[in-house]
């Protein structure tokens, strides 16, 4: 595990040190693919004053067995933890849609709003019995400003400030083999929201040569009041370095190294049982993981679509640490499209 991380770090890094070295006197160009970063990347560029953009991400994670801090566990370890339910298998869905407005000089707006389906699997009866639960609702509302800090040659950053809104949902239910026919409170996983207002910092620095596009971000979300069933989320910390290289005017692949760092909810969910079910215990929710996402970004260049950025992105996990036993994550899928109205 470990000598697959330093591998994927080294490979990106490498790509990232050659192209600010080559960048010293090279002018930012908007009219490339790599000019904008892969599509797992939120609130990367800022608008000039009256610009508009619409972007549209499917997401598709899936998860697959338990993990123990860096071990993989089977079901029949996590029974034998005292747990009557334990999950093995879940998959989430999104479709999300963001706006982008060039608010004064320097001074952009986002918004970005999903929609969520989630649908795990779980055993119980000492693993004789499984059954699926499912929900569907809107995520939570995130809104950010960027301020762009500078602009000089090839390089340019910018810092954001934003607040998570509580459009999401914390009292999704399902029937369960335990409540059968009725429904029960879905687990923590299980749900849609956070239900509380996070505030959402943000800084990027992005920087580019006739080869390629590299950039640096690290985004927070910081919770700060507990939400209505009394319970706060744990803050969460993202870090990513990618690196895009031009293969031709409308085509550029990207690789990225993606890290996060999560804590636990900070306690337990008035209606759950947290010595029932992992994934209703507060102290099984926190941990870190490092992904490598591969993508390719396509501008298209002519015709009645000419303007309009496609993305694609899969996530590969390198190394994972959670605060145990909770459901190890498989891989990741992100695609879509992006238009820009008033693009410069």
Partial sequence: M?????????????????????????????DRPDAVAPLGVYDDHTLEPGQFMWTYRYHRESFDGLRFGEDL???????????NTVPVEMRNQA????????LADRLTVSAQLPYWFRESFSLTDGGQTGFASESQDL??????????????????????LGVSLPSGELDDKDVTVAS???EEQLPFNMQTGAGTWDILPTLNLVTQNEHGTVGLQGKGVIRVHDNNRDYTLGDRFMGTLWAQYRISDWVAASARVNFESWGDVDAPDPDLDPGDNPAANPLSTGGSRTTLPLGLNVLLREGPLSGLRMYLEWHYVISEDLNGPQLSQDDTLVLGWQVNFGYR
Avoid: M
């Fill in 73 to 83: 566990i089977s079901a029949d370890d996590a029974f034998g933890l005292g747990f």
């Fill in 139 to 160: 995520g939570d509302t995130r809104v950010n400003f960027l301020y762009d800090l500078f602009e000089v040659g090839s390089y340019r950053a910018h810092a954001g």
């Fill in 180 to 182: 059968f026919p009725n």
């Fill in 2 to 30: 470990v000598r697959k991380t330093v591998t994927a770090v080294c490979a990106v890094v490498c790509l990232s040190i050659a192209v600010p070295l080559a960048a010293q006197d090279y002018e930012w160009s908007w």
């Fill in 95 to 102: 479709h999300e849609f963001e706006v982008r407005f060039g």
